[in-house]
């Protein structure tokens, strides 16, 4: 979409960030533009990633979390949805570290690689192996983990969309649709968030968060079978339940009604960190007020992110180490752009 003077339309408040990067190019934000016919249906052919950067005051050194997770990831939606391109994984790894670099962030960021069919291709027709477009984004987003306070949930009457339907396992931005009616209607009826059921009745999710429970020193959460995303967050906070606090972790269906009885809930995902959810359709969740293994859990997710935890170092990729100390982030744009012109990088095969 065209949007002509960048600077002048902030989101959120916020002041867009200098570059992004697309399809192997770092290119000033006010330039990326596209003509208006090519969009509309773009959304229901598109994948995407969301990674968050965290920034280490002590290091100087801002880390992105989990990043070899998340190409991982990525690389199995396009699978999925039979999206072929020639940017290699490696290449938009390589992307997310130059654009953070390029923009010079010293601060907690939101990283959002997207990959769609670029030809506005209409949602229903076939499409094969048809070479694909990759944009990343990256905007501050101040980590919100020692924020006090907790979630209100109530169960959706919305069911989660189902394997066979629309596989929730990989990011597809159609299946955000799902998502969107799920957390509205739990706005409109005075609730933070909401939890969907699959079509058996058993615990998935929440609109874009994975959820855990904790009963008995134990914490669960449903099977990715169950309809969920295949949780990065989830993952982590399982081993540090484990190896961290000691805690036997299970992975099984969970009722809805488990949901009313547990001593601790939470919801976990990239953006959403760890957050304690207080009540649940009105049923207090413990004495209502966050939980030891939650406060717990939210300490040791905010000391590995900001790499004050050595033994989980293999979760964070360093942003500006080694990366021409000294130049402001349009020379390293310019350096990134000029090297893959010469050749020595590049970005398509
Ligand atoms: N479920 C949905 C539907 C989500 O959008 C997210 C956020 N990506 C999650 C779960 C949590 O996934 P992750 O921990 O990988 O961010």
Not at 176 to 189: D, K
Request: proline letters at 5%; a positive charge; one cysteine or more.
């Amino acid at each position: 979409m065209t949007q002509s003077k960048g600077k002048q339309a902030p989101r959120n408040g916020q002041p867009n960030p200098h570059f992004l990067w697309r399809s192997g190019q770092i290119v000033p934000w006010e330039q990326a533009t596209v003509h208006v016919t090519s969009v509309g249906w773009t959304a229901v052919g598109a994948v995407f990633e969301g990674i968050r950067g965290y920034w280490s005051a002590s290091r100087r050194e801002l880390f992105a979390f989990q990043l070899d997770a998340h190409m991982t990831r990525l690389a199995r939606s396009m699978k999925l949805m039979r999206m072929a391109t020639n940017i290699t994984a490696a290449q938009v790894r390589q992307g997310v570290l130059e654009l953070l670099s390029a923009n010079e962030f010293r601060e907690d960021v939101y990283v959002q690689p997207l990959v769609y069919f670029a030809e506005g291709i209409p949602g229903y027709v076939g499409v094969v192996e048809r070479p694909v477009d990759v944009l990343i984004t990256a905007r501050p987003s101040p980590s919100t983990l020692e924020e006090d306070g907790g979630l209100t949930a109530c169960v959706s009457s919305w069911a989660r969309i189902a394997d066979n339907v629309m596989p929730p396992r990989v990011k597809a931005l159609a299946n955000y649709q799902n998502s969107r009616l799920v957390s509205t209607e739990a706005r409109v009826n005075g609730y933070d968030q909401a939890i969907v059921l699959n079509r058996e009745g058993k615990v998935t999710e929440a609109a874009s968060s994975c959820i855990v429970i904790v009963r008995d020193g134990v914490a669960t959460s449903p099977p990715w079978s169950a309809g969920t995303l295949e949780s990065i967050t989830r993952e982590a906070l399982f081993t540090l339940a484990r190896n961290g606090l000691g805690m036997r972790v299970e992975e099984r269906d969970v009722d809805r009604t488990e949901l009313y009885i547990a001593d601790e809930v939470l919801l976990c995902g990239t953006l959403m960190e760890v957050k304690p959810v207080l009540s649940v359709d009105r049923y207090t969740v413990g004495d209502g007020r966050p939980g030891p293994v939650t406060r717990k859990l939210q300490e040791l997710y905010l000391r590995v992110a900001r790499g004050e935890a050595p033994a989980y170092g293999n979760w964070l990729t360093p942003v500006h180490r080694g990366r021409r100390a000294g130049s402001n982030g349009a020379e390293r744009a310019a350096a990134v752009n000029g090297a893959r012109r010469a050749g020595t990088t590049k970005a398509r095969a």
